[in-house]
């Protein structure tokens, strides 16, 4: 008789149990999940980190070999107009931009102009832009060969190249460094 009235005491005491436990697996799988997502912030940061470095190694070693200077900037925003491929970066007149400035990237790879140059921002005309056109010849060859002109955002085209020169699939181009501010 004892013992039936303490059965639902017992059952309730080993629900209460059952709950505890499970409160602390939950409690130490929440914990390991804080942990993960830490470890993977840490990730992403080493990877970040990692790609700038190397942007600014290629940027070093592409100042060195020049001996031109360099100004480094960061793109605060672009156009959102689907017609035009502009940015503008957050360097301007005081830090040594000028309109009409080559705008590289990297290992002096050419991504555009400088086509506004405020004091403290600048706007930049990028090559894929139709506005965009730039004086290029073949990386084997120093006479300029043609115009690079932009194609609305959908890459380059060369054109007015001489009918008498064969152009290969793969073939590299070069800025001429004949126009001003163009390397």
């Known amino acids: 008789l004892?013992?039936?009235?303490?059965?639902?005491?017992?059952?309730?005491?080993?629900?209460?149990?059952?709950?505890?436990?499970?409160?602390?697996?939950?409690?130490?799988?929440?914990?390991?999940?804080?942990?993960?997502?830490?470890?993977?912030?840490?990730?992403?940061?080493?990877?970040?980190?990692?790609?700038?470095?190397?942007?600014?190694?290629?940027?070093?070693?592409?100042?060195d070999r020049t001996?031109?200077?360099?100004?480094?900037?960061?793109?605060?925003?672009?156009?959102?107009?689907?017609?035009?491929?502009?940015?503008?970066?957050?360097?301007?007149?005081?830090?040594?931009?000028q309109k009409g400035s080559a705008v590289i990237v990297n290992d002096g790879v050419l991504v555009g102009k400088v086509v506004v140059a405020n004091s403290h921002s600048s706007s930049?005309?990028?090559?894929?832009?139709?506005?965009?056109?730039?004086?290029?010849?073949?990386a084997t060859n120093e006479r300029p060969h043609g115009i690079v002109e932009g194609q609305f955002q959908l890459g380059l085209k060369m054109n007015l190249i001489p009918i008498t020169d064969t152009v290969k699939e793969g073939t590299l181009l070069m800025t001429s460094g004949r126009e001003q501010g163009i390397p």
């Open 2 to 63: 004892v013992l039936n009235g303490l059965t639902p005491i017992l059952s309730s005491a080993r629900a209460v149990s059952a709950k505890i436990e499970n409160t602390e697996e939950q409690i130490s799988i929440d914990s390991l999940e804080d942990k993960i997502i830490e470890l993977e912030k840490g990730v992403s940061a080493s990877i970040t980190a990692k790609q700038e470095n190397d942007t600014l190694k290629k940027m070093i070693s592409y100042r």
């Open 67 to 97: 001996k031109k200077p360099l100004i480094a900037a960061r793109v605060l925003g672009a156009s959102t107009d689907p017609l035009r491929s502009m940015i503008v970066i957050d360097r301007g007149t005081r830090e040594g931009v």
């Open 124 to 138: 930049i005309l990028l090559l894929n832009d139709s506005r965009s056109k730039v004086i290029a010849t073949f």
